[in-house]
């Protein structure tokens, strides 16, 4: 497996406007957030920063029992805290060929997300890996075409 490069770093954080509101006053950085029935479905708001390659992700309440075990370990990380950087999106080719690479090194697969939209990205593959299997850092494989920013 060959990973192209980081594309964005994770955070959970209970209180989504807030963070916007200091990224955006301290550093200058804006946020999509963006509306998907799927992130509704799981109960997460998400925002991406693609120029700064962050991603930020809030529970919209408590994770409901039909939730992949990675959101709920994603909210546990909330009880004490109210921000985490819990994890690293890797660009890669081919997302299902890395995760083949992964398992055959006892890697599990949390979850698979192949959506045609997610925000500002399109022909969107991502595979979820197990950060019990990770060094305790949830990584995921990616790879998605990106809406042209307008002038």
């Not at 408590?62 to 999106?89: H, M, N, Q, T, W």
Request: aromatic share 8%; hydrophobic share 40%; glycine share 6%.
């Amino acid at each position: 497996m060959k990973v192209e490069g980081l594309d964005r770093v994770g955070m959970i954080v209970k209180d989504l406007d807030k963070v916007h509101e200091f990224f955006l006053k301290v550093l200058g950085i804006e946020f999509i957030e963006v509306k998907d029935p799927s992130l509704e479905t799981l109960g997460l708001r998400c925002s991406l920063s693609l120029d700064n390659q962050i991603e930020i992700i809030s529970p919209a309440g408590p994770p409901a029992d039909s939730c992949p075990p990675y959101i709920k370990r994603l909210a546990k990380l909330l009880e004490d805290k109210d921000y985490v950087l819990f994890g690293l999106a890797f660009r890669v080719k081919n997302p299902a060929e890395a995760a083949a690479d992964a398992q055959r090194e006892g890697i599990r697969i949390d979850y698979i997300f192949d959506m045609e939209q997610l925000g500002p990205m399109h022909n969107v593959k991502e595979v979820i890996l197990n950060e019990e299997d990770t060094l305790g850092i949830m990584m995921e494989f990616v790879k998605y075409d990106r809406t042209k920013r307008r002038s």
